[in-house]
């Protein structure tokens, strides 16, 4: 379940301000009357709503941020090491190649090497790794890994219903995931998929019919608003070249609020412009602010679950989980800790490549991976 969030006070450097959302939408209590629970809800429904989408926008600023810090001081680092990764995977093929070794010697390096070559492709794509992993694969690696390849493909095609090599595998996996979508658009709670179709109660059918109903009149309710909008904000009213370049750009964004089914926004804008039907919130019925609320129910529900999904797992997520704290803050202490492992494991690569100058290096380095490792 996507977390809620919450409006963070402290701002960040270089952050973006408050924007056009100036004016907040709620409702206030009359001078003979304190708000009813509907009411209440609609407050807090809108105030949810803009910490929600300011929240989106004060973590997108400090992702990218913290990107251009990691491009300008981590990404050469990177560079450097990938360098020095491939200097080393050099040096030990060269010394295999060319230094006089016994043969159980050989073998370690040999698989040494390997294994040093499959962790760098997992990361790194390089002709060079590729060639090695070629070069020093035995054929006992080969036949163990065709075994799991062959073992992979048959689970595969058991849970799907063809092999993975199929040329037309990929149109095959597509139109899969289509039937597994339309059978769970029309069977979402499980069940039996080739039972028939059992007929609906009465009762069912008319909670169906209501629910229906009251989508029809949320849509009314948000093609309302924008239609008012529309009339009042339409550049081609006005006979002024620079208002009507305004009202051009104010139409775009109730056309995006009306296109997203974004009830917040197209009343803040409606609230902002003065335009009917807004100036006095606490006169909106009781029935049509119920539908209101249901409406930026669902519409906060998709923004927490946008923001989650944002956290984590768009390509910012990397980011967001490596340099930033739990409330979404940029980490100097993360981002000074991988600067030094970086600068660590380039130092350390660097020693390594400087022992390996000569057949004494090599003999000890051969004996210690030997004590250290399965091979």
């Not at 296109?259 to 807004?278: A, F, I, P, T, V």
């Not at 923001?307 to 980011?319: H, L, M, N, P, R």
Request: charged share 35%; hydrophobic share 35%; aromatic share 8%.
């Amino acid at each position: 379940m996507p977390r809620k969030t919450k409006a963070v006070n402290q701002q960040i450097a270089d952050e973006p301000q408050a924007d056009s959302r100036e004016i907040i939408l709620s409702i206030q209590p009359g001078n003979d009357k304190a708000l009813n629970a509907t009411q209440r809800e609609f407050n807090r429904l809108v105030q949810s709503i803009e910490q929600t989408k300011r929240e989106m926008e004060r973590v997108k600023a400090v992702v990218q941020k913290t990107r251009d810090k990691v491009l300008t001081e981590l990404a050469p680092l990177f560079a450097e090491l990938k360098e020095k990764q491939l200097a080393w995977l050099h040096r030990l093929d060269e010394i295999h190649d060319t230094m006089s070794l016994t043969k159980g010697q050989k073998k370690t390096l040999a698989a040494f090497i390997l294994n040093e070559a499959e962790q760098l492709s997992e990361v790194l794509d390089d002709e060079f790794v590729d060639s090695l992993l070629e070069k020093y694969e035995t054929e006992e690696d080969m036949a163990f890994r065709e075994e799991r390849e062959q073992m992979a493909n048959q689970l595969f095609e058991k849970l799907f219903g063809f092999n993975p090599n199929d040329e037309d595998a990929e149109e095959k996996t597509e139109a899969f995931f289509e039937r597994m979508h339309e059978r769970m658009a029309g069977n979402p709670f499980g069940g039996n998929w080739d039972e028939p179709e059992q007929k609906s109660s009465k009762k069912e059918t008319a909670r169906q019919k209501r629910m229906k109903e009251e989508a029809q009149m949320e849509a009314k309710d948000v093609r309302s608003i924008y239609t008012s909008l529309a009339k009042a904000l339409h550049p081609d009213l006005e006979s002024d070249p620079k208002v009507r370049e305004e009202k051009t750009e104010l139409m775009k964004k109730v056309t995006q609020a009306y296109e997203r089914n974004d009830l917040y926004e197209l009343m803040r804008l409606q609230l902002e412009h003065n335009s009917q039907g807004m100036e006095k919130m606490a006169d909106i019925v009781e029935e049509q602010l119920k539908r209101y609320c249901k409406v930026l129910r669902k519409q906060l529900s998709q923004l927490q679950t946008e923001f989650w999904e944002y956290t984590q797992q768009s390509d910012d997520a990397k980011i967001i989980s490596d340099f930033l704290t739990y409330k979404y803050d940029f980490s100097a202490a993360k981002f000074r800790s991988r600067k030094k492992r970086l600068l660590d494991d380039i130092n350390h690569i660097q020693a390594y490549i400087d022992e390996l100058r000569d057949k004494k290096g090599v003999v000890y380095f051969l004996k210690v991976i030997k004590q250290s490792y399965w091979f």
